[in-house]
């Protein structure tokens, strides 16, 4: 099983999603972050043990040594395995009030299709980054 490192979950309908984890790509220079979508098998095997039910997720997931962090604890945990300006910037964030962070998170997660738009399918990964997918 794929755990030796951290994964992001995504919503892989998501445009929004979608971006997020080519942002991420690009920023994790050293390639310690996986990726699998929220409706892959390895989401539905993984995310129950740590007590989250994917189906009912509007939220990037991270799992990291068998804990699932959601919403902007997700996010921000994510960010500072990033490299460069991302990872100060993440511990900044990090200092404000939950649920400020996570009220500004479920704003944009609740409309994010709305406003961003959404796919048919799951994207696929581009060639060089598919060694970068679990699940």
Known sequence: MPTDHPILFFDGVCNLCNGAVQWFITHDEEGVLRFASLQSDLAQELLPRAGIDP????????????????????????????????????????????FLSDGVYDLIATNRYRWFGKQEACLLPRPEWKARFVG
């Open 55 to 98: 189906s009912a997720l509007s939220s990037l997931v991270l799992y990291e040594a068998g804990a699932a962090y959601t919403q902007s604890a997700g996010a921000l945990r994510a960010a500072k395995h990033l490299n460069g300006w991302p990872k100060p910037l993440a511990t900044v964030l990090s200092w404000f009030p939950r």
